[in-house]
């Protein structure tokens, strides 16, 4: 199985921060690479896919990269609405797996 | 709009088998383009794929998982539901199902999931 590592599991900051979390694959998963944001007691919810490509919906101030092994997912400036926690998914190979995710909290 | 409901038992006793539906409303379950999915999340768990199912009886299941689970589709009612077997207190978990399609097969838009708890 493809292991999906993410770092940090738990992030502090405040609002208008600029914030950063890192994505890194045991294995290539090329782009097949989706980002999911969660909040307690809800369904997840995707935000970016295809390793960089924005939801349709989402707001401009999340952003991805990264190809291959390792991905990021930043947000630009956080808004109070942002603070959940936010994980990574790869459906290049079976099965599909998941990061253990990123906790965003208030600082 | 597409929304997903799951319905379901939320108490199962440890060696029977749980079984999910999931509802599909606001599109036709018979779409070519999309895959239908289940996924679990445990408490301090990552999320864990179980499998999904195509309408036309394609399935994919997890490994890990694939000796205890079926997935089946009913388009009569726009329906596809989950079985799995042999239920142990390790499968105590949110259960959720979710749309799979499009680039990178993400999953969306996903149920509000099942809270299901296996206890004596």
């Known amino acids: 199985d493809t292991q999906l590592t993410q770092s940090p599991s738990t992030l502090s900051a405040s609002v208008g921060d600029r914030v950063t979390i890192t994505c890194r694959a045991s294995q290539t998963v090329s782009s097949n690479l989706n980002w999911y944001q969660q909040k307690p007691g809800k369904a997840p919810k995707v935000l970016i896919y295809?390793?960089?490509s924005l939801e349709a919906g989402v707001p401009s101030r999340f952003s991805a990269s990264g190809s291959g092994t390792e991905f990021t997912l930043t947000i630009s400036s956080l808004q109070p609405e942002d603070f959940a926690t936010y994980f990574c998914?790869?459906?290049?190979?079976?099965?599909?797996?998941f990061g253990r995710g990123t906790r965003l909290d208030v600082k | 709009q597409l929304q997903l409901q799951e319905s379901g038992p939320g108490l199962v006793k440890p060696s029977e088998t749980l079984s999910l539906t999931c509802t599909v409303s606001?599109?036709?379950?018979?779409?070519?383009?999309?895959?239908w999915g289940w996924a679990r999340q445990s408490p301090g768990e990552a999320l864990e794929w179980i499998g999904s199912?195509?309408?036309?009886?394609?399935?994919y299941y997890n490994p890990s998982l694939e000796s205890r689970v079926t997935i089946s589709v009913d388009t009569s009612k726009n329906q596809f539901f989950l079985e799995m077997r042999s239920m142990t207190v390790a499968d105590t978990a949110r259960y959720f199902c979710a749309r799979l399609g499009g680039l990178a097969m993400r999953f969306d838009p996903w149920g509000p999931g099942i809270l299901t708890t296996v206890s004596a």
């Open positions: 295809a390793a960089s």
């Open positions: 998914q790869q459906s290049y190979t079976l099965p599909y797996t």
């Open positions: 199912i195509h309408y036309r009886g394609n399935t």
């Open positions: 606001g599109d036709s379950i018979t779409s070519s383009r999309h895959y």
